[in-house]
């Protein structure tokens, strides 16, 4: 373990028989609303989302042409991309294996949400722009509406935007 002195052995964890019946069967989460109970790490957030793909000028192409999405930086000579969303950015690079119908959701490495203001209009300029959706925009319950595409090797992007703020 990182930051433990050498050959200093860890604590030991008391066994249990079986689950109690608030614990998710092979998972630690406990049904309480109390989540973050243990101490928080030093991770600060989620930076850059990396995407390996089969044929990276394909998906340079997608992203930059039919997204739309903004290019930070790009090196041809490596197949890598970045390109500049708020708050984070979308590293696409070579050496991924592709599909040519959508992933499902076990074939998904990540499912990146992707937030609009007008999701009605960003969905009908991306169908006009050919961009394939798999699952037609929906408005959900819990407040928001959400629409599912996917890129040319079969990744699922999921557009959304909020109906009601979040309270």
Known sequence: MAGAPAGRAL???????????GERS???LRSSRNYNSRK????????????A???????????R??????IEQ??????????????????????GIGSDRPKGWDRNAFIPNVE??????TVAELVRRGV??????????????????VDPEGNRIQLFEWTRTNE
Do not use: M, N
């Open 65 to 70: 042409d039919l997204l739309g999405l903004p």
């Open 132 to 149: 394939p959706f798999v699952a037609p925009l929906a408005i959900r319950p819990d407040g928001y509406k959400v629409a599912t595409c």
């Open 26 to 28: 092979g998972s630690r």
């Open 116 to 121: 609009c203001d007008e999701i009605e209009a």
């Open 11 to 21: 604590p030991s964890r008391t066994a249990r028989a079986r689950p109690s019946p």
């Open 74 to 95: 790009v090196l041809e000579s490596e197949q890598w991309v970045a390109f500049d969303l708020a708050g984070a950015k979308l590293v696409i690079y070579g050496g």
């Open 40 to 51: 928080r790490l030093v991770i600060k957030g989620i930076p850059y989302l990396q995407l």
């Open 53 to 63: 793909v089969e044929h990276w000028s394909i998906a340079l192409e997608f992203y």
